[in-house]
């Protein structure tokens, strides 16, 4: 089972999909009150998401990388981000669209383009 979490830190928002281990076999799944806010907490979440949806964000991937794009879409599984810049080792990288799965890349289209990094303004 997987999922998408959404968090706010120092005025920035993290979108990071998840996996998340399966209930052990032959348990009796259980509705509890902590249940119920989960599942208040994961309609909170999609609808952040709707709200982001056709926003331009940064996305940290697991690798250490950035991606910059506009949140296209989203499943249970993952992100799709058009007209994406993947931020690497002084190298910046374009694509029309990506997928991001688990915060690991894992499609994109077309094959891209490197190119030199121009500096960020936030640089000292």
């Given at each position: 089972m997987s999922g998408i979490v959404v968090e706010k830190k120092d005025g920035k928002t993290i979108i990071t999909v998840v996996q998340?281990?399966?209930e052990r076999d032959g348990d009796e799944p259980r509705r509890s009150r902590s249940a119920e806010a989960q599942e208040s907490q994961e309609g909170r979440?999609?609808?952040?998401?709707?709200?982001?949806?056709?926003?331009?964000l940064l996305f940290h991937l697991a690798t250490g990388e950035d991606v910059e794009g506009i949140l296209?879409?989203?499943?249970?599984?993952?992100?799709?981000?058009?007209d994406a810049f993947l931020f690497g080792d002084k190298k910046e990288w374009h694509a029309d669209w990506v997928i991001v799965e688990r915060r690991q890349l894992v499609a994109v289209s077309p094959?891209?383009?490197l190119?030199?990094?121009?500096p960020r303004s936030d640089s000292p």
């Open positions: 998340k281990e399966p979440r999609r609808t952040f998401l709707h709200d982001v949806i056709g926003r331009r296209d879409g989203f499943d249970h599984d993952s992100l799709r981000i058009e094959a891209g383009r190119r030199q990094r121009p």
